[in-house]
């Protein structure tokens, strides 16, 4: 099964996790979508800048800080994921609060391990 993953907190940078996991996730044949701070492109993979209500999301994961995560939480839940992952550094109990009284399960997990793991 193919699951969407919106990676939000995108980055060209390719020293970055989240550029890294858009390129990992790609490779394993998961259709990606990205938002980050700056547009731009990761192979073809486009970084968008607004927030887009992305259709069928599975997977929302996450590259930004918990103090970066508040302007997002409407949207996200908006999106209606299956899951929510909070990569390492990006835990967040509030947040994780307000997405299971919207019954959206959500993981402290680190995708490229997930990945790894073949457990994605």
Excluded: W
């Excluded at 109990?93 to 959500?106: A, D, G, H, V, W």
Aim: aromatic fraction near 10%; hydrophobic fraction near 40%.
């Amino acid at each position: 099964m193919v699951r969407k993953t919106l990676i939000l907190g995108a980055s060209e940078n390719p020293k970055r996790y989240s550029n890294i996991a858009i390129k990992r996730l790609k490779s394993i044949g998961v259709e990606v979508k990205a938002i980050g701070r700056r547009r731009g492109i990761v192979e073809d993979i486009l970084i968008e800048t607004n927030l887009i209500k992305f259709e069928d999301i599975h997977t929302v994961t996450l590259y930004l800080s918990a103090k970066n995560q508040p302007e997002f939480y409407n949207y996200i839940i908006g999106l209606q994921p299956k899951r929510v992952l909070f990569n390492p550094g990006t835990e967040n109990p509030y947040f994780e609060q307000l997405l299971t009284k919207n019954n959206i399960n959500f993981e402290r997990a680190c995708t490229l391990v997930l990945i790894s793991l073949d457990a994605y």
